[in-house]
């Protein structure tokens, strides 16, 4: 009993608060003012939470006069491989659409937008916790029948519309319904509120599905790609000693360090990456020049350590006051106030001392166990007068840099890995060593976590003799990293160091709280 | 409310003939109104609130009909109100989240299905089971049979629903038995249409009073001796006047197809789905024309043994669709075939699933099992080439992913009060260690997700003080239960404070003040903020000028109460603190105040419109972060999780991992700044206030300012 026609079938996968609701109820407007016979369902409930949620609509493609008294009975749910249309407003909803089976290569039209709304459980991760989003795009490509894949939510807000109304516009754009135009936009008419705003982002999505989508605008030009003239002789050092693959790498990072401290401080970072640059070339280079590489790229990061003067410095420049600006959207004409939270304490002044004095310090705050208790909540207005100038002096303080504890730390620190990297017998071993610089970040609390976990796989693994074959080294120095950037609590990173027979770590002391029994006998009835 | 229905209101207003369009459940509110109704309750819930949301809104409509409506505090109480139909030739519906609500309402409906009604009682429920649901899975059915309680299921389109829904009251009236309407999550949200009906004036209204009270009638009070007398009358009078009723009026529907050896019964709200999965194999068409005989149970409590055995005795096999365990219509229809010694081969959750949704595909599937037994000469191939397309996109899709996508939980809106409570428990769990957390029902539920994974167990709405009574004293740190204002008067105050005071319990109690029944739709509180306090507030929290929830719990005799605004998380910090270590006995409670954001946002946005408009200078609040001093560790998300605190590509491409930004959803609630001192994180964050319409000495000191920075300022 072959149907002659089908419901045209359409699921939509929306975050809760995108408006998916709204695009349904255009959709059943528009196909019941053409007289199809439609029908919508929802599973809301919480999922308006922000949570993933699903519309789904049929639309039989012939009008109901043309069924003489018949009626299609259309069903609930959507079922796998019988979509027609399935709409995604995050590439990440499309990828589950397609993880369900809801994209099939013989019917199924793909319209998703391809930005990203990361999820909890992506946000949280201490390193990079985000999904491959090429890997979604290479698969709706691979099984949609065809694929509109386009920046909707871009689309959209260039007009003030939601991204509701961009994808509605895809839909009328892609031919996939018995929908002309006019009823669609008719529809968002109807609905009334926010209708011209929603009708641009429409005309927008429609054309976005005919392949007229405007061209993405070009990569914004970051200040850091603008060399400054005083660093020219080293760039020609770098050219003259180093692999064409990492010019780019260290160029970067020559301009960051003089920025942080001066000219002969990004000398020091090529006299370090030297021997690095050798080393692999003895080691036999592979292609990518990788260890040089990256090692290039964390030991910048590194030795532009994140600072009190450094922090100040950055907070009271020109672009950084323009580009608050342009990030909360004000007019021109509009003051905008720029107010900090800083909390410095015992632990931020002691790193801005000389080595002496900053220790003496801290084992009184420590003595006194005021290490963390006498950290003072700024609330900084940088974009007054005072609160700019007290930035600029604390920035002022650049020439002192070289002399203070911090630097000395983190300078000794540096070498200890640098000496590591060189000192390992194979080039695989010595970019693993080179790579746990990416542990090194953060401030207060988070650094000294991370600078925790980078002093274990250091004892144990790199310096220690826990595993001994080099090759077998590499592997546990990988999987360390791995366990470090698991969870901030170092349960992760034991347990790795765990698997290659080191014993854990005992415990974190907490205080415990004796408390007395409530003394209130229970009434009796 | 999170919603307003102007053009749903109109919708109750169309008469005889006309056509309805809208949302299944919004078709159960007209289809009341058409069959007479004179009182209607409920409990706010996913996926029924609208009938009720719906009908106070439109009170002015309600009262010209003289239909009284009561927004009940729980669905104890709303099932309570059934008891005007014992007494009174009065129709009454009552609306609730099931399996949940009917647990909290099962009290007065035992006691009402065993006085048994004169009036039409009809119980909407809404039927939260598989996707989308948000409690936990069990079926209603039980309830109706251990009540004896009649049980319809109808096929989810509206005019089979509204027509249901007059039969129901009739039914209901024939058999003096209160009845069920069950309907599934997706059911309440088809949007369809019918031809409606008029409205009908109730026979007793708040406009047509009785003038005396219901003569006294022992027979109606569920005591003994008339108990003994009413659990007979259930299943020798009322039982067998519901069957006559049901059979006469059809409500069950028999879809012949031209197949005679096999034949399909299904729930009524079954039906759409096992067509689609018909259709699928190829053996059915799309205006319902299957080759297979189906008996759609519109009623599947009681059912007819007649049109059981007619459906069944000329058939070699019958296949039973029953969604979730056990099999009780399985079960059921067994017996009837075996007590009328009737031969027919029986399947059901044999071929089927046992437990979970039954989606097109799962139904397809224990399709093909029966078929492939019983009616071998039947061609099917369509539904294995469908089944081989959806596993084949789904194996490449996951080829193609190489890794499972990580899921997306609702969560707290951006700027959402409770966040920052949860945030200020992790930081003091960091120096005291974990405390043993009761939670409970309500949008900070969310909290057992990601980032803040907090709380040891959830019992129920308000049940969470009350399922600490049994660990408390076994720990030796003091354990915290957390509740919201909606479960404090849903269910808290009774089952936790003062069950708590009897016993003398010391426990901290943590309670959520944001005025509303946020997580439902923002419905009102007995504490709810006063129109004028609302007013009054402007776009700050509206909620602390009630005190509605301190008093009480003042007149129940506890001494340790706090309230804090919960953006302070350095002061909720503390005070959590001192709640778990203070030597005082009894009960702590802390009140977090702090009005529910959604309902901020939709009280000043034309409050802040209006003044913008007008040319007054408004602040504009907004968060942000320093790329360049982020180092992408992103503690501040893990304790903050808010939406409009994300995640971008560095600009700086010697950063491999992503920095935290805060995009332009953010309302300026305050949090990532509170956090960034509190937590000592990284002086990342800043808090920018953008002056619109400045006035002149604001324009003076900014270009004062811009003029002395300017001389100084680097590039």
């Not at chain 1, 519309?55 to 003489?68: C, D, F, G, S, V």
Request: charged share 20%; net charge neutral.
């Amino acid at each position: 009993m072959a149907a002659t026609s089908r419901p045209i079938t359409i699921l939509i996968a929306a975050l809760g608060g995108e408006g998916g609701g709204v695009l349904a109820d255009w959709i059943i407007a528009a196909a019941t003012a053409e007289g199809y016979p439609v029908q919508s369902t929802s599973i809301p409930g919480v999922a308006q939470r922000t949570g993933a949620t699903t519309y789904y609509i049929e639309l039989y493609p012939a009008r109901a006069t043309e069924l003489h008294g018949r009626r299609p009975v259309m069903t609930l749910a959507p079922a796998p491989a019988d979509i027609d249309v399935m709409l995604a407003s995050e590439l990440l909803e499309a990828g589950r659409a397609l993880q369900n089976g809801y994209v099939t290569p013989d019917r199924t039209t793909l319209i998703a937008s391809t930005h990203r709304i990361y999820t909890v459980e992506e946000k949280i991760a201490l390193g990079d916790g985000r999904f491959d989003g090429e890997r979604i795009l290479a698969a709706a490509r691979a099984l949609a029948r065809r694929a509109i894949l386009v920046d909707f939510h871009r689309l959209a807000a260039n007009t003030g519309a939601m991204i509701n109304a961009s994808l509605f516009g895809a839909l009328a754009g892609s031919g996939t319904l018995p929908l002309p135009r006019a009823a669609c936009e008719q529809a968002i008419r109807s609905a009334g509120k926010g209708a011209e705003a929603s009708l641009r982002g429409f005309a927008l999505g429609y054309a976005a599905a005919e392949g007229k989508a405007p061209a993405p605008a070009g990569a914004s030009v970051s200040p850091s790609d603008v060399t400054p003239a005083h660093a020219h002789t080293l760039m020609q050092r770098v050219r003259a000693t180093f692999p064409a693959e990492v010019h780019e790498t260290i160029e970067r990072g020559l301009t960051r360090l003089s920025d942080f401290q001066d000219e002969d401080y990004a000398a020091l970072y090529l006299d370090r990456l030297e021997p690095i640059a050798r080393l692999e070339r003895e080691h036999g280079a592979a292609a990518k020049h990788e260890l040089t590489g990256e090692t290039a790229r964390f030991l910048a990061l590194w030795m532009s350590y994140e600072d009190v003067i450094r922090v100040a410095d950055l907070k009271s420049r020109r672009s950084r006051f323009e580009r608050v600006r342009a990030e909360v959207q004000a007019k021109p004409g509009e003051p905008v106030h720029i107010i900090e939270y800083l909390k410095p304490g015992v632990e931020e002044a002691a790193a801005l001392l000389p080595p002496g004095l900053s220790r003496r310090l801290v084992s009184w705050a420590q003595k006194r166990g005021l290490m963390h208790k006498l950290n003072v909540g700024l609330h900084l207005n940088s974009s007054s007068v005072t609160g700019f100038l007290t930035l600029r002096l604390l920035a002022w303080l650049r020439p002192l840099r070289r002399r203070s504890a911090r630097y000395a730390e983190e300078q000794a620190l540096i070498e200890r890995w640098l000496c590591a990297i060189a000192a390992a017998p194979d080039a695989g071993l010595a970019l693993e060593i080179a790579l746990c610089g990416r542990l090194i970040k953060g401030y207060g609390d988070t650094n000294r976590r991370a600078k925790a976990n980078f002093l274990r796989i250091f004892d144990t693994l790199v310096e220690g003799g826990a595993v001994g074959d080099a090759g077998a080294r590499a592997q546990a120095i990988r999987a360390a990293r791995a366990g470090a950037l698991a969870d901030p609590e170092g349960r992760g990173l034991e347990a790795t160091l765990a698997a290659q027979g080191v014993a854990p770590l005992p415990p974190q002391a907490k205080i415990i709280q004796f408390m007395r029994r409530p003394a209130a006998a229970p009434k009796t009835a | 409310m999170e919603r307003q229905f102007n053009a749903e209101i109109e919708s109750l207003k169309l008469g005889e003939g006309e056509m309805f369009h809208g949302e299944g459940i919004l078709a159960v509110t007209k289809a009341l109104l058409q069959s007479g109704v004179s009182y209607v309750g409920g409990y706010q819930g996913a996926p029924v609130s609208h009938l009720l949301d719906v009908m106070v809104q439109a009170r002015d409509y309600m009262d010209e009909l003289g239909v009284h409506v009561e927004a009940c505090t729980n669905e104890a109480s709303a099932a309570a109100m059934l008891g005007a139909s014992i007494n009174y030739p009065a129709r009454g519906a009552v609306t609730w989240k099931s399996i949940v609500g009917t647990n909290v309402a099962s009290d007065a409906l035992t006691h009402v299905a065993s006085a048994g009604v004169l009036g039409g009682a009809l119980i909407v429920v809404g039927e939260d089971y598989g996707e989308g649901a948000s409690v936990a899975q069990e079926r209603t059915h039980a309830i109706a049979l251990k009540s004896s309680m009649w049980m319809l299921d109808p096929r989810p389109n509206l005019a089979t629903i509204a027509r249901l829904v007059q039969h129901a009251f009739e039914l209901s009236e024939a058999s003096n038995t209160p009845v069920f309407m069950d309907l599934r999550i997706r059911a309440c949200h088809v949007h369809g249409s019918f031809v409606a009906g008029a409205n009908r004036a109730p026979a007793l209204s708040t406009r047509k009073l009785q003038a005396e009270a219901a003569t006294f009638d022992y027979e109606h009070i569920p005591h003994p001796p008339a108990t003994y007398r009413q659990e007979k009358l259930k299943m020798n009078v009322r039982m067998p006047a519901a069957r006559k009723y049901i059979r006469e009026h059809g409500l069950n529907e028999l879809f012949a197809g031209s197949e005679t050896s096999v034949g399909i019964i299904c729930q009524g709200g079954l039906y759409n789905n096992l067509l689609r999965a018909l259709q699928l194999i190829g053996l059915a068409d799309d205006f319902g024309v299957s080759r297979i005989p189906i008996l759609a149970l519109n009623v599947v409590y009681p059912l007819v043994p007649e049109e059981i055995s007619a459906f069944c005795s000329d058939k070699t096999a019958v296949l039973v669709v029953e969604e979730g365990q056990p099999e009780f219509i399985e079960q059921d229809i067994a017996t009837l075939l075996r007590r009328a010694d009737i031969q027919t081969r029986l399947h059901g959750k044999d071929v089927l699933i046992m437990a979970g949704e039954y989606t097109a595909e799962v139904i397809v599937h224990g399709l093909m099992g029966f078929f492939g037994a019983h009616a071998a000469h039947l061609d099917i191939s369509a539904g294995t080439r469908w089944h081989e397309t959806a596993d084949a996109a789904r194996a490449r899709e996951a080829e193609l992913l190489g890794a499972p996508l990580p899921p997306r939980p609702p969560n707290f809106c951006v700027g959402c009060p409770e966040r920052p409570v949860f945030a200020a428990i992790k930081l003091v769990e960091r120096d005291i260690g974990k405390r043993h957390i009761s939670a409970d029902i309500g949008c900070h539920s969310f909290a057992t997700f990601a980032p803040f994974s907090l709380g040891n167990s959830i019992l129920g709405y308000g049940m969470s003080l009350a399922s600490s009574a049994g660990v408390a004293p076994m720990l030796a740190g003091r354990s915290m239960a957390i509740m919201g204002d909606g479960g404090f008067w849903h269910n808290g105050f009774l089952s936790g404070v003062a069950s708590n005071q009897l016993n003398g319990g010391d426990k901290v109690l943590l309670i959520m003040k944001n005025g509303f029944t946020s997580a439902t739709g923002t419905q009102e509180l007995v504490s709810s903020p006063q129109d004028e306090s609302a007013e009054l507030a402007q776009d700050k929290s509206s909620v602390r000028s009630d005190r509605t929830i301190e008093n009480t719990l003042r007149g129940a005799g506890v001494k340790w109460l706090r309230n804090v605004y919960t953006y302070r998380v350095a002061d909720m910090s503390k005070t959590l603190r001192e709640a778990f270590t203070t030597e005082e006995p009894g009960l702590k409670v802390i009140i977090a105040e702090g009005e529910c954001q959604l309902e901020r946002q939709r009280r000043i946005r034309p409050v802040l419109a209006r003044l913008l408009g007008s040319g007054a200078r408004v602040l504009r609040t907004r968060f942000g972060v320093d790329d360049e001093t982020c180092s992408g560790d992103h503690s501040c998300i893990r304790l903050s999780g808010c939406p409009s605190l994300t995640l971008k590509a560095s600009a700086d491409t010697l950063k491999v991992d992503p920095v935290a930004h805060v995009n332009h959803s953010c309302v300026g609630c305050g949090l990532c700044g509170e956090v960034a001192h509190a937590a000592i994180l990284c002086p990342s964050f800043y808090r920018a206030e953008v002056v619109q319409n400045p006035s002149a000495w604001d324009r003076l000191l900014a270009r004062v300012r811009t003029t002395v920075i300017g001389w100084l300022q680097p590039a």
